[in-house]
T-cell receptor
Framework: DAGVIQSPRHEVTEMGQEVTLRCKPISGHNSLFWYRQTMMRGLELLIYFNNNVPIDDSGMPEDRFSAKMPNASFSTLKIQPSEPRDSAVYFC?????????????FGPGTRLTVT | AQKVTQAQTEISVVEKEDVTLDCVYETRDTTYYLFWYKQPPSGELVFLIRRNSFDEQNEISGRYSWNFQKSTSSFNFTITASQVVDSAVYFCALKSNTGKLIFGQGTTLQVKP
């Protein structure tokens, strides 16, 4: 079975450019999570969706970040405009439920570098 | 507030040694779940184990074992007879009914041959 798929795996962009990260969750999973990992702050939850609806976006750093989930098999995380401090590894994860104890399965991550 | 503390930032052992990774959590929820994830040098996060707050039984899976003690709010992870392939960053995480997963800062384990 395919795991969580993320694209691109690596992204290098210049400050001010728009960046779009993509995620395909595991089929049948109805919760999707976006995380950011940096050395300074560790793993941070940015936003998560349940049944395609955003449940908690309190972790989104600022208005430059936005996330969408138009259907059960696709989500995007967009940064516009990007800044050097956005450089991090962005992970997408999915699980079978929201409040249930199901574990989250992570994608391989997108390493974003903003110069 | 919910919080996960992994006090050990880095641990270095020699192959075949046993090693225990500590995890202490804080939560006011009566129902919660605890997880361990492994992040090898390749970068992906790999799920290892889930434990709910009602089940304090220890678990063993091969060389891995987990000790959950509700009285001390700890969920420690022991690797027996460590191997070089165990070298990774290990994260402990806490999940409440809201669905949010709170990660500790991680413990970097280096197993030397």
């Amino acid at each position: 079975d395919a795991g969580v798929i993320q694209s691109p795996r690596h992204e290098v962009t210049e400050m001010g450019q728009e960046v779009t990260l993509r995620c395909k969750p595991i089929s049948g999973h109805n919760s999707l999570f976006w995380y950011r990992q940096t050395m300074m702050r560790g793993l941070e939850l940015l936003i998560y969706f349940n049944n395609n609806v955003p449940i908690d976006d309190s972790g989104m750093p600022e208005d430059r970040f936005s996330a969408k989930m138009p259907n059960a098999s696709f989500s995007t995380l967009k940064i516009q405009p990007s800044e050097p401090r956005d450089s991090a590894v962005y992970f997408c994860a999915s699980s079978r439920g929201q409040g249930e104890p199901y574990e989250q399965y992570f994608g391989p991550g997108t390493r974003l570098t903003v110069t | 507030a919910q919080k996960v503390t992994q006090a050990q930032t880095e641990i270095s052992v020699v192959e075949k040694e046993d090693v225990t990774l500590d995890c202490v959590y804080e939560t006011r929820d009566t129902t919660y779940y605890l997880f361990w994830y492994k992040q090898p040098p390749s970068g992906e996060l790999v799920f290892l184990i889930r434990r709910n707050s009602f089940d304090e039984q220890n678990e063993i899976s091969g060389r891995y074992s987990w000790n959950f003690q509700k009285s001390t709010s700890s969920f420690n992870f022991t690797i027996t007879a460590s191997q070089v392939v165990d070298s990774a960053v290990y994260f402990c995480a806490l999940k409440s009914n809201t669905g949010k997963l709170i990660f500790g800062q991680g413990t970097t384990l280096q197993v030397k041959p």
